[in-house]
């Protein structure tokens, strides 16, 4: 707590403890706070996270399979 009262932040508190145990290289500490940051404040300026060129992907239950006749047409069952 005295930490925290003299002026670090939380998550300063924790990369120097992290760092301290041996947990962490003060490189990838530093690292870490440096994505971090970026990303909060692309948080709170409302920007979007990338999700790549193809956006988020299908979703959760993508992989099972459709329900029966569900794809089928007039020609027959349709290719998977």
Known sequence: ???????QTLAEVADDQGVADGALTRAHADEMTSSLTHHVTDLV????????????????GADLPAPDG???T???PSAA
């Not at 707590?1 to 002026?7: E, F, N, R, V």
């Not at 790549?52 to 992907?57: C, E, L, M, Q």
């Open 1 to 7: 707590m005295t930490a925290l009262s003299g002026g």
């Open 45 to 60: 300026n409302g920007v979007r996270p990338d999700r790549g060129a193809f956006g988020p992907g299908p979703g959760p």
């Open 70 to 72: 569900a794809g089928d």
């Open 74 to 76: 007039a020609d027959g």
